[in-house]
């Protein structure tokens, strides 16, 4: 169609009648055409014909036009439009994918950020809240009768709390919850909502779309999206992108799920792993200490029990051990050997019989390794300490006198586990008030560093530090020598390391008054 500076049609072809069936010549442009295209031809006029920064469209009769112009010699202006409808929709169809897929990005690394189940369902609550819906609530399965709620509106924080209700009350839910395809939103009553589903202050619902978060072989629970009355339904593509969105939640919360199990369950197991804390026992001063080769690690291949005795006075049975190898599986084997020594003590009066017992059973199960140990009885003899040692293949134990001597104890005897027979020599050591007697695995003095960062600690230097040692307690002597030994070794890769005082205290003992009761120990 063809318009004059004054706004006239002048021209018009039969497209232009169907589209615009009202512009006929002779009318004023800005009676027959949308206002878009009068405001263009008006702005055109004025500026010469220079072409508009923005191409020009508008809505015609539901469809999206484009209007292209060119000015002719007699100072009018033809104008042709270009439906350009299906490219609108194609563009805004791929704006709406493109947006989509960058939330999903960008939800799978924020979900995925946590192994913690209630941050996970902050973070799913939240997220979809911004972004798909009014108010969410996120449900985890039923604990009990409980039934764990985080619920979040749109621009809010999200809020928990649990729920003793019965999800089969609303429809959808109850199946959602034990993993089962959605149910179409168009099929939920939204005004039969319960009130423990509507957030505070969020007023009526108007539409409510419930879909499972599915889990790694488990229902990971369930995520309800909201709108407000008033508001436009929810769409079959806004139903399945929420699908898309629970499908990376639920994968974040049952892995969050999962990693919470396995910690209390590893937990749980290595609390029996870890060596135990030790202190004074029937007058005798114990104190150990351990290090795992790896920082990040807690346990591995050196250990170390104290058995206290039956009754007061009677000898407490030290073991401190070696298992060949480091890490988990090494702890495994640390566990089995403190296990059996716990049920041999009934024999802790005899070493030698411990000791055989022991290598017995290493050598009927599985496993491929071998240990060396040291077994020690402590028992306080008035002042004194006395202290029967046994070894197996194991380091000498040393004596701390009160002088600054340093001596090795008389004790040797064959490693366990890897031979069907083995010996051992017990020795005995007395130890006066403030003298000690230390047990250590080869990890202190095979550890590598020093100056040079390639030098044995070794036994000469162990020494040099325990005799520096004389008078102090069995926990000052511990972090003492473990202190000189993380100082050797730096930032280097070492082995297990373990370590454990006895003691024989600066006290004096003293009777009971009536000569019957037991005695006690002052300073």
Not at 59 to 69: K, N, Q, Y
Request: overall charge negative.
């Amino acid at each position: 169609m063809v318009a004059d500076a004054a706004g006239v049609l002048t021209q018009r072809n039969e497209a232009a009648e169907v589209v615009l069936p009202a512009a006929r010549p002779g009318a004023q442009l800005a009676d027959v055409v949308p206002a878009w295209l009068a405001v263009g031809h008006r702005s055109m006029c004025l500026e010469d014909g220079r072409e508009p920064a923005v191409p020009l469209s508008g809505v015609i009769e539901g469809r999206r036009f484009e209007a292209h112009f060119s000015l002719r010699g007699d100072g009018t202006v033809a104008w042709w439009l270009v439906d350009d409808t299906d490219h609108q929709l194609a563009r805004e169809a791929l704006r709406m994918e493109r947006e989509q897929t960058a939330f999903l990005a960008a939800a799978s690394s924020t979900l995925l950020s946590s192994l913690n189940l209630g941050r996970c369902m902050d973070v799913t609550a939240q997220m979809a809240a911004d972004h798909l819906a009014d108010a969410v609530l996120a449900i985890a399965p039923a604990r009990g009768r409980r039934l764990p709620v985080v619920s979040c509106l749109r621009g809010g924080t999200p809020t928990t709390s649990q729920e003793v209700v019965d999800p089969d009350e609303v429809p959808g839910l109850g199946e959602a919850l034990r993993g089962f395809p959605p149910v179409p939103s168009r099929w939920i009553d939204a005004s039969a909502a319960p009130r423990w589903m509507i957030p505070e202050g969020f007023g009526p619902i108007g539409a409510i779309v419930i879909t499972p978060l599915p889990g790694h072989g488990v229902p990971a629970g369930a995520l309800v999206l909201l709108r407000k009355e008033g508001s436009a339904a929810f769409t079959e593509e806004e139903e399945v992108f929420a699908r898309l969105f629970a499908a990376r939640a639920g994968a974040a919360m049952s892995a969050a799920r999962l990693y919470a199990e396995q910690k209390a369950i590893t937990e749980v197991l290595m609390r029996d792993l870890l060596p135990p804390v030790l202190h004074q026992i029937s007058g005798v001063d114990f104190a150990g200490s351990y290090r795992p080769s790896a920082d990040h690690e807690r346990i591995g291949g050196d250990f170390y029990d104290v058995h206290p005795g039956v009754a007061e006075g009677e000898p407490s049975l030290v073991a401190l051990g070696d298992v060949c190898g480091k890490g988990l599986e090494a702890a495994v084997l640390t566990g089995k050997i403190r296990n059996t020594l716990h049920a041999l003590l009934p024999l802790a009066d005899d070493h030698q019989r411990m000791l055989t017992l022991l290598n017995t059973a290493l050598l009927s199960s599985h496993h491929t390794r071998f240990a060396t140990l040291v077994l020690a009885s402590a028992a306080r003899k008035g002042n004194s300490v006395l202290v029967q040692l046994t070894s197996a293949g194991h380091p000498h134990p040393l004596i701390i006198r009160a002088n600054g001597t340093v001596e090795e104890a008389d004790t040797r005897g064959t490693l366990v586990g890897a031979l069907p027979d083995i010996s051992a020599r017990t020795t005995t050591v007395t130890l006066a008030p403030g003298e000690s007697c230390i047990l250590y695995t080869d990890g202190i003095t095979d550890a590598r560093g020093g100056p040079l960062g390639d030098v044995l600690f070794g036994e000469k230097r162990l020494k040099r530090a325990l005799a520096e040692c004389a008078g102090m307690p069995a926990e000052g002597i511990v972090e003492h020598v473990q202190m000189l030994a993380s100082q050797w070794l730096g930032n280097r890769d070492h082995d297990d390391m373990a370590i454990v005082a006895i003691s024989a205290p600066r006290t004096h003992h003293l009777s009971a008054v009536n000569g019957h009761t037991r005695g006690r120990y002052t300073a």
